[in-house]
Nanobody, 124 residues
Framework: QVQLVESGGGLVQAGGSLRLSCAAS????????IGWFRQAPGKEREFAAA????????YYTDSVKGRFTISRDNAKNTVYLQMNSLKPEDTAVYYC?????????????????WGQGTQVTIFS
């Protein structure tokens, strides 16, 4: 089992940057793929980015490619989401999720464990 705790959210002006962290705990936490999802008010939760257990495979939704970078430090059991060139449409609660699959799908149902989320608000 894996427990996930997100941090790093906040209020940022458009064009700015934030770095989110997802701290994973559990005996085998470093062996899980980790994904970031986001949910804006009144909208469905959507996939943003994911990374496999080794960091060798990363994938992104088109709307964040070139602006967001996902990475992980297995020594610290932490996954990061560096978000640059932020836009008001990036405003959402950001959740991290974990699953044992090598490359979990982009649907929420493909992921087993979830954190509580961190709010990201971008103003223009």
């Amino acid at each position: 089992q894996v427990q996930l705790v997100e941090s790093g959210g906040g209020l940022v002006q458009a064009g700015g940057s934030l770095r989110l962290s997802c701290a994973a705990s559990g005996r085998t936490a470093s062996s899980y793929s980790i994904g970031w999802f986001r949910q804006a008010p009144g909208k469905e939760r959507e996939f943003a980015a994911a990374i496999n257990w080794s960091g060798g495979i990363t994938y992104y939704t088109d709307s964040v490619k070139g602006r967001f970078t996902i990475s992980r430090d297995n020594a610290k059991n932490t996954v990061y989401l560096q978000m640059n060139s932020l836009k008001p449409e990036d405003t959402a609660v950001y959740y991290c999720a974990a699953d044992r699959a090598v490359v979990p799908g982009r649907e929420s149902r493909s992921w087993t464990y979830w954190g509580q989320g961190t709010q990201v608000t971008i103003f223009s």
